[in-house]
């Protein structure tokens, strides 16, 4: 580092680290003078790189918050950390609009020493996901994300036009109680005012979003991800489903996801409540569950049940290397 540009360069790494360093912190890591430090400083200011010198007793050198991004120094591992998290956001759909995540990608790549960029790539090229990849779809919007962030965490309400499952375009007035991703898709959940009631809807669906200047008090005790992953398991199917597990709440939740049903303590154990299209479905859930469990409703879950008890009792019963397997029979 002794070419003055380097020690620059230095310096900005050092002052995106650490929220503030004195003059005489920066000078001993650079191995200069307190007034060459100063001199460096100016140099980024010029470069237009927001420099901001406090002086007293507690002062120093810090970036402040400017109106573009500045080039970032990242180490090595910084690299490999900023890489992986682009990586594994794209995998898993919690990256927004394309193609905003692969050209960050490419743009990491480009300047990453070879050796480091060849070994990225080989954990890239052989990494593995046990997570299913979603559809395919584009994500939100950036600045859908950014505004409706904003608005959540300052309680200020938003209008927002809107796109169904339908196709339907509607405007909605909207008090934004949080943000949450799930199962590859973002979503928004609140007050809506054209409703009079708390709703959720997909990022993905959202078209021009605007603050407005009413503010909203978020209810007490409201958690978005527990309502999204109700209402999500909530969708309207075929049946409604009511059963009672012999089991404690941590066990259960360690075993059914919030979106397949709500599960409720009770002095009898755990309360399921789903709907589900697929009774024969619901009971190879059950029957995996490993758990003791009462039907409350619907009476054709029960058959359903029994009728899964009956597959199961066949398949063990079948000698090993013996009779032929029976045709088979498409799964429910």
């Known amino acids: 580092m002794s070419h003055p540009a380097g020690r620059v360069l230095a310096l900005l790494e050092l002052l995106q680290t650490r929220h503030r360093?004195?003059?005489?912190?920066?000078?001993?890591?650079l191995g200069v003078d307190e007034r060459t430090v100063r001199r460096y400083a100016t140099t980024l200011v010029e470069l237009g790189i927001p420099v901001t010198?406090?002086?007293?007793?507690?002062?120093?050198?810090?970036?402040?918050?400017?109106?573009?991004?500045?080039?970032?120094?990242?180490?090595?591992d910084e690299a490999v950390a900023v890489l992986l998290g682009l990586v594994v956001a794209e995998r898993v759909g919690l990256a927004t609009e394309q193609p905003a995540t692969a050209t960050a990608l490419a743009k990491i790549r480009r300047v990453l020493p070879?050796?480091?960029?060849?070994?990225?790539?080989?954990?890239?090229?052989?990494?593995?996901?046990?997570?299913?990849?979603?559809?395919?779809?584009?994500?939100?919007?950036?600045?859908?994300?950014?505004t409706l962030a904003s608005a959540t965490r300052h309680r200020q309400r938003v209008a927002l036009d809107?796109?169904?499952?339908r196709g339907e375009q509607s405007h909605r007035e909207l008090d934004p109680y949080g943000l949450v991703f799930h199962a590859g898709r973002w979503y928004v959940t609140g007050h809506d005012h054209r409703r009079g009631e708390i709703r959720t809807f997909r990022l993905d669906r959202i078209g021009a979003v605007t603050p407005g200047a009413a503010t909203f008090t978020v209810p007490d005790g409201f958690e978005a991800v527990a309502w999204v992953t109700r209402s999500l398991a909530g969708v309207p199917y075929t049946h409604e489903v009511e059963v009672v597990l012999?089991?404690?709440?941590?066990?259960?939740?360690r075993r059914i996801p919030p979106s397949v049903a709500e599960l409720t303590a009770?002095?009898?154990?755990?309360?399921?409540?789903?709907?589900?299209?697929s009774l024969?479905?619901?009971?190879?859930?059950?029957?995996?569950?490993?758990?003791?469990?009462?039907?409350?409703?619907?009476d054709a879950l029960r058959a359903a049940v029994a009728e899964h008890a009956r597959r199961l009792a066949d398949w063990a019963a079948r000698p090993a290397g013996g009779q032929p397997p029976s045709p088979r029979r498409p799964l429910d």
């Not at 024969?280 to 619907?298: D, E």
């Open 21 to 29: 360093s004195t003059a005489t912190e920066l000078a001993g890591h």
């Open 53 to 76: 010198a406090d002086r007293g007793r507690y002062g120093g050198y810090r970036l402040h918050s400017g109106y573009k991004l500045p080039p970032l120094m990242l180490t090595d």
């Open 114 to 146: 070879a050796a480091l960029a060849d070994r990225l790539a080989a954990v890239q090229e052989h990494l593995g996901f046990t997570l299913r990849r979603p559809e395919p779809e584009r994500g939100p919007a950036s600045g859908t994300l950014l």
């Open 162 to 165: 809107y796109r169904s499952w």
């Open 246 to 253: 012999e089991t404690d709440l941590v066990a259960a939740r």
């Open 266 to 277: 009770t002095t009898d154990g755990v309360l399921l409540r789903a709907r589900a299209e």
């Open 280 to 298: 024969p479905g619901m009971a190879a859930l059950l029957a995996g569950l490993g758990c003791p469990f009462t039907v409350r409703h619907p």
